[in-house]
């Protein structure tokens, strides 16, 4: 049974850094099968993909748009986890931030999600 | 970015009767290649993470009871419960994974009526 353990501050200074892992159980984050995905969550935006990471021979990332400049995606492979930092936020990064899997052996959708972690942006 | 858009917003419905929801995507999800629509459904109840329903727009996730049914190609899709069960009141979400940026659609309510 896979599972996805999220684990990081609920409280971050504006203009600081939103820094996340996601811990993995019963995968590899280097399995060349899946894609591991952030997602947040609030009242304003509704569910807003971020981004994610993937192994194909090699690591490839892929992020949205609107926070492109301002976010990295790692592996942590000695870990089996990986992490989401977003950079210079603002009060709009406030939400509930999950991680997921995308896409296992042919079934493509998110079919594991972290526990959610609610991450608010105030000084 | 493909805009996805959900409708109706909200939805009341007895217990043992049929939903249906219904989403739309700005442009088709349809890869031509392999004929799979990258469009999938999700639930969602409060205080948890969203749950795979759905995937490829008809494939049923491993243990989504029968009831729940997914059809559609191209930009149309719809969700159909057949028959509400009361541990159904959720919100339920399309989501596309076509092109980057994925996106979701704005979530539609379901309610007992």
């Known amino acids: 049974q896979v599972q996805l353990q999220q684990s990081g501050p609920g409280l971050v200074k504006p203009s600081q850094t939103l820094s996340l892992t996601c811990a993995i159980s019963?995968?590899?984050?280097?399995?060349?099968?899946?894609?591991w995905n952030w997602i947040r969550q609030s009242p304003s935006r509704g569910l807003e993909w971020l981004g994610r990471?993937?192994?194909?021979?090699?690591?490839?990332?892929d992020y949205a748009p609107s926070v492109k400049s301002r976010i990295t995606i790692k592996p942590d492979t000695s870990k089996n986890q990986f992490s989401l930092q977003l950079n210079s936020v603002t009060p709009e990064d406030t939400a509930v931030y999950y991680c997921?899997?995308?896409?296992?052996?042919?079934?493509?959708?998110?079919?594991?999600w972290g526990q959610g972690i609610t991450v608010t942006v105030s000084s | 970015d493909i805009v996805m858009t959900q409708s109706p917003d909200s939805l009341a419905v007895s217990l043992g009767e049929r939903a249906t929801v219904n989403c739309k995507s700005s442009?088709?999800?349809?890869?031509?290649?392999?004929?799979?629509?990258?469009l999938a459904w999700y639930q969602q109840k409060p205080g948890q993470p969203p749950k795979l329903l759905v995937y490829?727009?008809?494939t049923r996730e491993s243990g989504v009871p029968d009831r729940f049914s997914g059809s559609g190609s191209g930009t149309d899709f719809i969700l159909t419960i057949s028959s509400l069960q009361a541990e159904d009141v959720a919100v339920y979400y399309c989501?596309?994974?076509?092109?980057?940026?994925?996106?979701f659609g704005q979530g539609t309510k379901l309610e007992i009526k």
């Open positions: 997921a899997r995308y896409c296992s052996g042919g079934r493509c959708g998110m079919d594991v």
């Open positions: 019963g995968d590899s984050v280097s399995s060349d099968n899946a894609a």
């Open positions: 990471t993937y192994y194909r021979s090699k690591w490839g990332n």
């Open positions: 442009q088709s999800v349809l890869n031509n290649s392999n004929n799979k629509n990258y």
């Open positions: 490829w727009a008809s």
């Open positions: 989501q596309q994974h076509y092109d980057i940026p994925y996106t």
